[in-house]
């Protein structure tokens, strides 16, 4: 996956296409909780984003310094 980023990107949008659905039917259905956990997994997606990129950035200074 490191090689492709024109997968990540797609798996990414993929995973945002899904939990905007499950943000919508929560909405649509007056569910309080389905929203909740919606914009739970959009906040958890966001941060396993930002450690993703903090690890990769961390690896190159790493192989740099080598």
Do not use: C, H
């Amino acid at each position: 996956m490191k090689k492709n980023p024109t997968l990540r990107t797609i798996i990414v949008l993929g995973i945002i296409f899904l939990i905007t659905y499950a943000l919508a039917d929560g909405i649509r259905y007056g569910s309080g909780w389905g929203v909740a956990m919606a914009i739970g997994s959009m906040l958890a997606l966001y941060i396993t984003i930002r450690l993703y990129r903090k690890l990769s950035q961390i690896n190159k200074e790493e192989e740099v310094s080598e």
